[in-house]
């Protein structure tokens, strides 16, 4: 029960962490230099183009729809994360709407703003997603897509559900706002996918040690993960050793690699990089 707390409790903590960096993304540089990369956001700053209502009312009220469409389709739990999500970023954009009015850029240089308005929703766009979790919005379509189709790249699903909303930018602002969107967007889908990549990288190891207890005993009892080891020969001495194969995150490879130097174990390691690791303890 504690565990389950504890990962509750991360959980939220990450989702906050996240909304609140992509509040200060949408509101600083994404609203003010009029960027469509998609998602609510971008379609609210159409609607508070085109409409007297606020960016930040229309994205409630959107949000509001899809999370109900969201919790048909993708279930109670990602209802549930998402729903806190979206609130919390309504909430965040309201607070700075109020309390910290802006009538224009931060700046004149629209490049600049570009970088903050791609790199801080997309970093928070991925760290919702790799806890289950979306900011909501054409998210959720994104997902859906991903889910029902044979699409299995989230990024690429998020680009083409928000690429309706870059060429609706075509028509409503100038073609350097709708060229700097389109732009944007693109760059969004590959930092979205490298900053997943990243999260999810884990080291695929094979040691060839004598040993064999001191390194399996480690990964168990300390690391908690699983090993397979086989006996072999060295080929120039034709002495016996044994290969283990197992698989840890970057931060387990680091202690084990630490284990075999502090233990001065007569031992050979190379390490792979891999994202997709399926199996108990990693994705099912």
Not at 58 to 63: D, I, K, P, V, Y
Not at 66 to 87: E, H, Q, W
Not at 157 to 175: E, G, S
């Amino acid at each position: 029960m504690n565990e389950k707390w504890q990962e509750i409790i991360k959980q939220a903590a990450v989702i906050t962490l996240s909304i609140t960096i992509m509040a200060i993304g949408v509101y600083f540089f994404k609203f003010p230099n009029n960027f469509v990369f998609g998602g609510v956001t971008g379609t609210a700053a159409l609607v508070a183009k085109l409409t007297p209502i606020s960016a930040s009312a229309f994205s409630s009220a959107a949000n509001i729809i899809l999370l109900v469409v969201g919790l048909i389709f993708l279930g109670k739990s990602f209802a549930i994360t998402t729903g806190y999500a979206s609130v919390l970023l309504s909430f965040e954009l309201m607070l700075l709407e109020k309390f910290v009015p802006i009538d224009g850029p931060l700046s004149d240089q629209p490049m600049l703003d570009l970088v903050f308005a791609i790199a801080l929703p997309a970093i928070a766009s991925a760290l919702l997603f790799n806890v289950g979790a979306s900011s909501g919005g054409t998210d959720v379509i994104a997902l859906i897509v991903e889910k029902y189709t044979h699409l299995h790249n989230i990024a690429a699903a998020l680009f083409l559900t928000d690429l309706f909303m870059v060429v609706a930018a075509c028509f409503v602002f100038d073609l350097y706002t709708a060229l700097y969107s389109f732009v944007g967007l693109a760059v969004k889908s590959l930092v979205i996918d490298e900053v997943l990549e990243r999260i999810k990288m884990c080291k695929s190891i094979l040691i060839v040690c004598d040993d064999k207890d001191a390194v399996c005993e480690f990964i168990m009892q300390n690391l908690h993960r699983g090993a397979t080891y086989t006996p072999c020969n060295g080929a120039y001495t034709d002495k016996p050793h044994f290969m283990i194969f197992t698989t840890l995150t970057q931060r387990e490879a680091d202690c084990l690699q630490e284990h075999i130097h502090d233990k001065n174990l007569n031992a050979f390691m190379t390490m792979l990089s891999t994202t997709e690791v399926f199996g108990k303890g990693f994705n099912h």
